[in-house]
C-alpha cells in the first residue's frame, strides 16, 4: 500500500503548527466568508473584523519584522547599511510618488505589495523543497503551482475591473485587460494545478510519499486566492481571504526565530518580552498596529471615530505628501528587507535558529563561507 506521507520533512515547522498555519488559516477564511450573512456582514468589513484582520493580523505581522531585524541590536551592529538605507530609500521613494501624484503613489504601493504576497507563497513552498530536497523537476512544478494559484486569480481581476473590493484604495490597480484575458489566465492555472496534481499523485502511486504540508499549502493558496478573488463579491470576502495566510504563517516563523534567537542571549533589553512567549509578543505587536492606525485615521482617513475619536485635522497637500510615505514606511520597509533578511545560505545562523540545522551548522557554515547558493528563498510578504 502507498504511504501517505513521505519518508521524511513532511512538514515544516511540524505536523500542528503546518496544519494550524496553512490549511486552519485557509479553513478559517473560509468559515468566515460563508458564516457571513449569520455574523451581520454585508458587503464592507465590519469594525470587529477590521479590528481583527487589518490590525491585529495584517499590521501587526508587518510590525513583527522587528523580531528580525530592528530590535536585535546584534543584528543591527552586523548590517547597518542595510538598516539604514531601506526606510530611507521607501521613503524617498514614496514622497517623490506622491508629489507626483497621490494615484501614482497607491499604485506603486499596491504592485509592490501585491508581489511580496506572491513572493511570500513562493518562498513557503521552495522552504518545503529545500527541507525535502526535492529534485529540481519538483521544485520548478511547485514554483509553477505557486505562480499559477496566484497570478491565474489576478490577471483575472485586472480583466474585471473595477470589483466590488481593491487593494488599497479605489483604481489603485490598472485596468483595461480584455476580458478573455482573464479567462485565458484561469484556463492556464488549471492546467499547471492539475499538472502539478498528477505529479504528486504519481508519486504516491510509487510509493514515495506526499510531503503533506506542503500539499496543503498549494491548496490553502489555490483557494483563497480564487475564492478571495474571482468569486468573492465584497470587500470583507477580499479581507479575510487575503489576510489570514499570509499573516499567520509570518508570526509563526518570526516567533520560531525569536526562540532561537532568544537561546543565544539575543535582544537585550527586550529578552524578558520574548521570554514571556507569543501571548506577550503579540500583544505588543498589536499594540503597535494599532497605534499606526490611529496616526493614519486621524492624519489621513477619518473614517473611523467610534474607534479612534475625531481628530479634525485635514493636512494640506504638501504636507500629506511627507506625511503619507511616513505613514507607509513600516509597511514599505517590511516589503524591502523581507528581500534581503530570510537568505540563509548567506547566513548559517538563520537556519539553526529557526530550528532546522543543528547548532553544529552554525560553525560549519562559517567555515564554509558563503561560496554556496541561497538553500531556500522564505517568505517575502505584507502589508
Aim: aromatic share 12%.
Amino acid at each position: 500500500m502507498p504511504r501517505l506521507l513521505a519518508p521524511s520533512q513532511a512538514w515544516l515547522f511540524g505536523r500542528g503548527v503546518d496544519l494550524a498555519v496553512f490549511a486552519g488559516s485557509a479553513l478559517v477564511a473560509v468559515g468566515l466568508v460563508l458564516a457571513a450573512p449569520g455574523l451581520g456582514v454585508v458587503d464592507e468589513t465590519p469594525p470587529w473584523a477590521w479590528v481583527l484582520l487589518v490590525v491585529g493580523v495584517d499590521v501587526a505581522h508587518v510590525w513583527s519584522t522587528l523580531l528580525r531585524t530592528y530590535a536585535d541590536g546584534e543584528e543591527l551592529r552586523r548590517r547597518p547599511g542595510l538598516y539604514t538605507a531601506a526606510p530611507l530609500a521607501a521613503y524617498l521613494l514614496g514622497v517623490f510618488a506622491w508629489s507626483q501624484s497621490p494615484g501614482l503613489f497607491w499604485r506603486l504601493f499596491a504592485y509592490t505589495a501585491l508581489f511580496h504576497f506572491i513572493r511570500q507563497q513562493y518562498g513557503w513552498v521552495a522552504l518545503y523543497g529545500r527541507k525535502a530536497r526535492a529534485s529540481s523537476t519538483e521544485r520548478a512544478l511547485d514554483a509553477a503551482a505557486i505562480y499559477a494559484a496566484t497570478l491565474g486569480p489576478v490577471v483575472w481581476w485586472h480583466a474585471h475591473l473595477p470589483r466590488a473590493f481593491w487593494w488599497f484604495v479605489e483604481e489603485d490597480f490598472l485596468a483595461g485587460l480584455p476580458t478573455w484575458v482573464g479567462t485565458a489566465a484561469l484556463a492556464v492555472q488549471g492546467g499547471v494545478l492539475a499538472m502539478w496534481a498528477g505529479f504528486q499523485g504519481a508519486r504516491a502511486v510509487r510509493g514515495e510519499g506526499l510531503q503533506v504540508g506542503k500539499v496543503l499549502l498549494v491548496l490553502a493558496t489555490a483557494v483563497t486566492w480564487f475564492g478571495g478573488i474571482v468569486l468573492a463579491r465584497d470587500d470583507f470576502s477580499f479581507t479575510v481571504m487575503n489576510v489570514l495566510l499570509h499573516g499567520v504563517p509570518y508570526f509563526a516563523l518570526l516567533l520560531r526565530y525569536a526562540r532561537g534567537r532568544l537561546a543565544e542571549g539575543g535582544y537585550g533589553a527586550l529578552a524578558p518580552v520574548v521570554r514571556a512567549g507569543a501571548p506577550a509578543v503579540l500583544g505588543v505587536l498589536v499594540v503597535l498596529a494599532l497605534g499606526e492606525e490611529w496616526l493614519w485615521d486621524g492624519l489621513v482617513w477619518h473614517e473611523r471615530p467610534r474607534l479612534f475619536g475625531e481628530s479634525g485635522l485635514v493636512l494640506p497637500t504638501d504636507v500629506l505628501a511627507l506625511v503619507v510615505p511616513l505613514l507607509a514606511l513600516p509597511q514599505a520597509t517590511h516589503y524591502l528587507l523581507d528581500a534581503f533578511i530570510w537568505k540563509p545560505g548567506r547566513e548559517p545562523a538563520l537556519l539553526v535558529r529557526l530550528g532546522w540545522a543543528p547548532r553544529g551548522a552554525m560553525a560549519e557554515g562559517s567555515k564554509a563561507g558563503t561560496s554556496g547558493d541561497s538553500p531556500v528563498t522564505p517568505p517575502r510578504p505584507a502589508s
